[in-house]
């Protein structure tokens, strides 16, 4: 485990028309994360696609990518100790219905397809960079030193 995993997180357009962007933001702030890349954008249909290919052929597929193109998401990458593990956490899980209370998806969410936000989920660093490559080039992602940095981590 890594102190400066970066992992990829995204509003989804229910989230963005909603105003939950600074509520997410802030979560993760307030976690300790570090925020080093951010982007309002419009996903087309082949970066989409590309962003869902292991879910391509399943019955919720070409709803999913109609959804996710249907208006603005902002896109971001936080860094931070055994971040993609701590984000998924504090995303909850996939069904608002069943997440848990305190969760993003259990705190803004009721169905399935409108679930609020979308966080990697990959086991291997690897993946993780390949997935947050789909939205954003090197020089769009920051390294930089918080003050705070010492406060956040023995
Ligand atoms: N999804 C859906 N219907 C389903 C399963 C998934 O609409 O039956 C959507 C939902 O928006 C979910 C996304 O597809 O967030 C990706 O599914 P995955 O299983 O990867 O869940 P996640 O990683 O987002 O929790």
Do not use: C
């Not at 962003?51 to 996710?68: D, T, W």
């Not at 608002?96 to 609020?116: H, K, Q, S």
């Amino acid at each position: 485990m890594s102190y400066d995993e970066r992992t990829f997180v995204m509003v989804k357009p229910d989230g963005v028309q909603r105003g939950l962007i600074g509520e997410i933001i802030s979560r993760f702030e307030q976690r300790g994360l570090k925020l080093v890349g951010a982007k309002a954008l419009q996903l087309d249909d082949e970066r989409a696609k590309t962003h869902y290919s292991e879910h391509e052929g399943k019955p919720f597929f070409e709803g999913l990518i109609e959804f996710i193109t249907s208006g603005p998401v902002f896109a971001m990458v936080w860094e931070g100790k055994d971040a993609t593990r701590q984000v998924r956490r504090m995303v909850g899980a996939t069904d608002p219905a069943e997440a848990a209370p305190g969760t993003i998806r259990g705190d803004y969410g009721l169905d399935l397809g409108r679930n609020v936000i979308h966080a990697s989920d990959h086991e291997d660093e690897g993946a993780n960079e390949d997935e947050i490559a789909v939205f954003f080039d090197d020089a769009e992602l920051l390294d930089y030193e918080q003050a705070t940095d010492e406060w956040r981590y023995e």
